[in-house]
Structures are given as structure tokens and as C-alpha cells.
């Protein structure tokens, strides 16, 4: 019989910990490709995010890899496309999108994100949808349009589309599918599996970089370009991606995916603590809905 977990162990483990743990990184991502635009091009960004932490991937799975390289060269096809999907195009497109539109723009399209998981799930794998998800999904939404549009809603009237946003849009169709698709990867320890996701994106990006520095499009070294190399290297990559995998594998993609919802949620405090931004009413607002909508959609149906 196993022995008893810590509370604390529990609290670290738990689904809702791990997904949201996701969201924090992914959000920390956002303001760090925002703070270095222009000094780091998006293919090098991408590129050392996943090469960084191959190495040391590799040192602390190398325990698991020998045992578990049969289920991996069996699923090497999905390993591969979760990979290169999920991590090289993904990443690199979310960092390109960037440079093309605003802030808001990306807010609501990320936004649609869950929608599009649960979407994914029916169309690939006929998964259903309760009316508590739905109802949890409509109030999370709300909650991210009220901080966006600034509790305006006039606001999306005014929104214009253009080739970043629709590189954006494309990337949270990709992201569906990758996060839909996990329940395709093999059981292996959650080191093995980053590991092979971080050693294929980084092989599949370092074309795309060798094409850009070529170009002329060059990093400018300096520490704090080196310091948001490091954080996309090791937090997005490698804490983020761990967390979500292990939170959806724990509850379905479609109960993971309003988890999304917090991201502008974490947005908006980041940028008050280190952009000197001002929390104001619509926030609070948005916050509750998107805190409420989340833990609606998350429970399981009774």
C-alpha cells in the first residue's frame, strides 16, 4: 500500500494547482515576449526556449528513458506531431503573432481558446459537453470580455483583424488539438515525456532560426534579454508544459481548457506589479467571473 501524501504533497499534485500553476507561466510568457520585442527575433526566442532545458531534461530523465524507450519508439508518430505541433509551431507562431498585433487583440482571441478544446474534443474524439461546462465556459468568457473591452462591450465593434491575429487565431487551433491529442501519448514519467517534446521542438525551430539570424534578424545580447531567455526556458517550457500536460491527463482536455480563462486574469496583476498599471473596477469584475466560471465548468458532474 502506498504511504500517505503530505497535504502539502496533495495541494502540489492536485489537477486545479497544476493547471493553474500553467496559466501563471504562460501568462509570465506573454509579458516577457512583450518586454523584448524587437531584441530578441521570435524563431531565436523559440529555439533556445526548448534547447535550454534539453540538457538538463536529459540528465534528470535519463532513470526513466532506458525502461520507457520502447513505449516511446512505439509512439515515436504522436511524440512527434505533439512535438513539433504543440511545441516548436506553436510557440514560434504564438512569438510571431506578437509582432503583428495589439495586446487586447491577443487577449480575446486566447480567450476563445477553451471553447476550441471542448470543440477539438467533439470533432476528434466525440467528446460531450454538460450544461454546467457550457455554463462555466459563458460566464469565464464574459469575465475575460469585461476585462478587455474594459466593461464596454462598444469596444469589440471597434476591433480590426489582421494577419497577426489570424496567426494567433490558428495557434489556438493548434493548441486544441495538441492538448485533445495528449491522451494519445504514451504513459511514460512526466521528465521523459518533456524531454522528448523540448528535443523535438528545438530540432524543429533551429532551421526557422539559422533562416532568421541569416536574414539578419540577430539577438541583442544583453542581461535583460539573457534573464527572459532563461524565464521562457524554464518556466513556459518546462514548468508550464509539465503542469498542463499532467492536469489534463488527470481531468480531460475540455474540464482543463477553461483553465485558460485565468491567464488574462494574471495578465492584468503582472502588469500592475511590474508595469505600473492600475487595477481598476472592470478588472475586480472580470476576475470573479472568470474565478467563478472556472470553478463551475472544473467540478465534476454529480
Keep these: 500500500m ?73 509512439h515515436w508518430k504522436i511524440l512527434l506531431g505533439l512535438g513539433f505541433g504543440g511545441g516548436a509551431v506553436f510557440s514560434a507562431m504564438q512569438y510571431v ?36 461546462q457550457g455554463a462555466g465556459i459563458a460566464l469565464s468568457l464574459a469575465g ?23 496567426i494567433i487565431f490558428g ?30 521542438a528545438a530540432l524543429g525551430t533551429l532551421p526557422a532560426m539559422i533562416w532568421e539570424h541569416a536574414g539578419g534578424y540577430r539577438l541583442q545580447g544583453n542581461l535583460e534579454t539573457v534573464l527572459a531567455v532563461l524565464y521562457v526556458a524554464i518556466f513556459p517550457s518546462v514548468v508550464g508544459y509539465a503542469a498542463w500536460n499532467r492536469g489534463v491527463s488527470l481531468i480531460g482536455s475540455s474540464r482543463a481548457g477553461v483553465f485558460l480563462y485565468i491567464i488574462p486574469l494574471y495578465s492584468a496583476v503582472l502588469a500592475s506589479l511590474f508595469l505600473d498599471e492600475r487595477l481598476r473596477a472592470y478588472h475586480v469584475a472580470g476576475f470573479a467571473a472568470i474565478v467563478a466560471g472556472v470553478t463551475l465548468a472544473a467540478r465534476r458532474a454529480r
Excluded at 506578437?98 to 487586447?104: G, N, P, S
Excluded at 478587455?148 to 494577419?163: E, M, P, Q, R
Aim: net charge positive; charged share 10%; glycine share 6%.
Design 2 to 74: 502506498d504511504a500517505p501524501r503530505s497535504p502539502v504533497v496533495r495541494v502540489l499534485s492536485h489537477p486545479y494547482f497544476l493547471l493553474a500553476l500553467a496559466a501563471l507561466t504562460w501568462s509570465g510568457n506573454h509579458v516577457v515576449g512583450r518586454a523584448i520585442a524587437g531584441e530578441v527575433p521570435p524563431y531565436a526566442l523559440s529555439t533556445l526556449r526548448w534547447a535550454i532545458p534539453v540538457p538538463i531534461l536529459w540528465l534528470l530523465a535519463r532513470p526513466h528513458l532506458a525502461g520507457e524507450w520502447p513505449a516511446i519508439r512505439s
Design 97 to 132: 503573432g506578437l509582432q503583428y498585433t495589439t495586446a487586447l487583440n491577443v487577449s480575446v482571441l486566447n480567450s476563445l481558446a477553451p471553447v476550441m478544446i471542448v470543440a477539438a474534443g467533439a470533432v476528434l474524439f466525440r467528446e460531450g459537453l454538460t450544461g454546467r
Design 144 to 166: 475575460v470580455l469585461a476585462i478587455v473591452t474594459k466593461a464596454d462591450l462598444g469596444t469589440l465593434a471597434t476591433l480590426s483583424f489582421d494577419i497577426g491575429d489570424l
Design 171 to 200: 495557434n489556438m487551433m493548434l493548441w486544441a488539438v495538441y492538448s485533445v491529442c495528449l491522451r494519445l501519448a504514451p504513459r511514460i514519467h512526466w521528465l521523459s515525456f518533456a524531454f522528448v517534446i523540448a528535443l523535438v
